[in-house]
């Protein structure tokens, strides 16, 4: 919500000082690495009329259960960790969800399924809306995690529903070009800036002809016996589940 309210501000304050170009005129691009690009994507599914394009960096499609109710299922993983000498420090992020059925905070396969960028009748939704959002990614085969295999998927199922898709899969060390990509481990070595500085001035090009407008949407995706529904209010940026 912070994303979209600070934007819509901006274009506002913009249109009040510049008329109708501008800031308002541009299109908008999402990316990141590792977390960063499935943020990226997840913002193209929740609100795709406000993502031109989405650069990613070895992202997972699934939502990561070890980094929410992790503990619960007894995987003791942290975030982080960090030594002071002979200390050994490891770091886990606060959150409210819990496995226990009875609390208000439970985390139900619904709220699995809204998080998850790999789901077939969902993704069909997104397309009615995003069938002009470019997706760009990169993705170790090797990657430690084991999320290439996800990453196929819905890249192919991007295609299949005919996004405007195209994934690179890094296979094999002669793929690296050891300027942006250093490694075959998860993220390949590269940064964010990196990942921009090599694919940004391509995409530009191609949205140098056209005019974007910011404009008002809503999407809706059935999760069970929930229904999740994303959309804009004036200055906001909402989410209701019926």
Not at 9 to 29: E, M
Not at 165 to 185: C, G, M, Q, T, V
């Amino acid at each position: 919500m912070i994303i979209f309210l600070s934007l819509k501000t901006f274009t506002k304050n913009s249109l009040a000082h510049g008329g109708g170009g501008g800031v308002a005129s541009l299109p908008v691009i999402y990316g990141g690495s590792s977390y960063g690009g499935y943020l990226a994507h997840l913002i193209a599914k929740i609100a795709p009329w406000h993502a031109q394009a989405i650069l990613d960096n070895s992202c997972s499609p699934l939502p990561q259960l070890d980094y929410i109710v992790g503990r619960e299922l007894g995987n003791d993983q942290s975030e982080l960790t960090t030594y002071d000498g002979d200390l050994m420090i490891r770091l886990y992020s606060k959150t409210f969800w819990t496995c226990d059925a009875n609390s208000k905070y439970c985390f139900t396969p619904a709220h699995y399924k809204i998080r998850s960028l790999l789901n077939t009748e969902h993704l069909k939704i997104q397309s009615e809306y995003a069938k002009d959002t470019l997706f760009i990614s990169y993705h170790s085969a090797h990657d430690e995690f084991g999320t290439a295999k996800d990453k196929e998927k819905l890249y192919e199922l991007y295609k299949a529903l005919d996004f405007k898709a195209k994934l690179h899969l890094i296979k094999d060390e002669k793929e690296l070009d050891k300027k942006f990509i250093r490694s075959l481990n998860h993220s390949l070595g590269m940064s964010d800036s990196g990942l921009f500085r090599k694919e940004l001035p391509t995409i530009l090009e191609q949205f140098r002809t056209k005019v974007f407008t910011q404009r008002q949407g809503e999407i809706s995706y059935p999760c069970g016996n929930k229904i999740f529904t994303f959309k804009d209010e004036g200055e906001k940026f909402l989410l209701e589940i019926s």
